[in-house]
């Protein structure tokens, strides 16, 4: 069974920092692109970043560059997101998503292909509020 499972969600003020891990099981997370989405209330999803399976390429929102990071760990089967500089309007439930197929060209591109992702975790919450 392929399994994503994002962990690392929570409460944040303003100006703090939190890091995502989004962790796959049953199948090898480096054979796969893999991107962060959010959600927020009333809102439609977006795309925030996505990485290449080496993680030698990576394309973030223009809301998120130069606060947000996107990095994987192979070995561990494992990708994070390192969230800096946190903002209200971050507040969101945040997914990964991987596909093996579809690349992170751009995000704007494998953004667009986010119903045909192959695999998606369950979400964390990230809520920034003083």
């Known amino acids: 069974q392929l399994q994503l499972v994002e962990s690392g969600g929570g409460l944040v003020q303003p100006g703090g920092s939190l890091r995502l891990s989004c962790a796959a099981s049953?199948?090898?997370?480096?054979?796969?692109?893999i991107g962060w989405f959010r959600q927020a209330p009333g809102k439609e999803r977006e795309g925030v970043s996505c990485?290449?399976?080496?993680?030698?390429?990576?394309d973030y929102a223009d809301s998120v560059k130069g606060r947000f990071t996107i990095s994987r760990d192979n070995a561990k089967n494992t990708v994070y997101l390192q969230m800096n500089s946190l903002k209200p309007e971050d507040t969101a439930v945040y997914y990964c998503?991987?596909?093996?197929?579809?690349?992170?060209?751009?995000?704007?591109?494998?953004?667009?292909?986010?119903?045909?992702?192959?695999?998606w975790g369950q979400g964390t919450l990230v809520t920034v509020s003083s």
């Open positions: 990485i290449s399976t080496s993680g030698g390429s990576a």
């Open positions: 049953g199948f090898t997370l480096g054979y796969y692109a």
């Open positions: 998503a991987a596909d093996s197929v579809r690349p992170c060209s751009s995000l704007s591109a494998f953004g667009n292909l986010m119903g045909y992702l192959e695999v």
